[in-house]
């Protein structure tokens, strides 16, 4: 017996009728916005975000815009993203948050032109970092040659002289000096799973210690005075958390202490998170309470 495909066919129940699409998205566009707002909302929320990024977020009050939670290369970049609303106080600290290394107080009044490259929003925030990454803490040998050479490599042969007292004032100061003693790990890439989110960066120096794991952060901003590094401690504190929660999550060890090293011409100015468990706990707070498209929930 052959097989006819028209009897199946024909045996089959009909459809029903289904409007035209054009129709149903024109009779019922308020509701298919909705909907479709709706499907999309999951895959608007940000799944990576950078320690600045997470810092941002928790200053920003919740009836701002969000600001751009960008992934960790944008730790040390200007930002343009700024709240719409909110008081004075948030807008100042995520101002001084997302115009991190500016050395503009150690340039020429001209201006300098450098190459911005890598992590640092400066050329010179990037060559101090760079041979902060290179040198032997513990036998700081050939710093001169260091220095030169990444000021080549970031076309500001004539800054020489200011980057080498930076690098100087960050190797004489106790925090490096105290990683210099123990297993330390430079230019570290760090990244963890927080909240359905991911955090990552680089920690510019992470120390062993007895008493648990300790973060340097080095800083190139320019700074005259312990009031100005004060002024910007509030956003820093919070970027420094979102490293030792990351770090906390993939390591299995606590992060007993977050310090920042200031360089200035002068000197290292050096300071630390004054309540790091309430300020990684502000950070895990902030994760759970972001929501797709907006900045933070009200709940």
Not at 55 to 84: C, K
Not at 201 to 228: H, N, Q, W
Request: charged share 25%; with cysteine; proline share 5%.
């Amino acid at each position: 017996r052959r097989f006819d495909w028209r009897q199946v066919v024909g045996s089959l129940p009909s459809e029903p009728a289904r409007p035209a699409q054009l129709g149903l998205a024109l009779d019922n566009r308020e509701q298919w916005i909705a909907d479709r707002q709706a499907l999309l909302a999951p895959h608007r929320q940000p799944r990576v975000l950078s320690a600045t990024g997470v810092a941002q977020a928790a200053l920003v009050p919740v009836a701002s815009r969000p600001v751009n939670h960008g992934s960790y290369h944008d730790d040390h970049e200007t930002d343009t993203g700024q709240p719409e609303t909110g008081d004075g106080l948030h807008a100042y600290v995520v101002e001084r948050l997302t115009d991190q290394d500016d050395d503009s107080a150690d340039q020429p009044d001209e201006g300098l032109i450098g190459r911005r490259r890598g992590r640092t929003g400066s050329a010179i925030g990037s060559a101090v970092h760079a041979v902060l990454q290179l040198v032997d803490l513990a036998e700081p040998q050939g710093v001169g040659d260091l220095v030169a050479q990444q000021c080549e490599i970031e076309g500001i042969l004539d800054r020489t002289g200011i980057v080498r007292r930076l690098v100087q004032a960050a190797l004489e100061s106790s925090a490096v000096t105290m990683a210099a003693g123990h297993v330390h790990f430079k230019e570290l890439f760090v990244t963890a799973p927080i909240a359905g989110r991911t955090i990552e960066g680089y920690v510019d120096l992470l120390v062993e210690t007895p008493a648990g794991l300790v973060v340097i952060d080095y800083k190139t901003d320019s700074v005259r005075s312990d009031e100005d590094v004060d002024a910007k401690l509030g956003a820093y504190e919070l970027q420094a958390a979102a490293y030792a929660v990351a770090l906390e999550e993939v390591t299995d060890q606590t992060v007993s202490e977050c310090r920042f090293v200031f360089c200035t011409a002068g000197g290292a100015i050096e300071r630390t998170v004054v309540d790091l468990p309430a300020a990684k706990e502000r950070v895990r707070l902030t994760l759970t309470q972001l929501t797709p498209g907006l900045g933070l929930s009200s709940t």
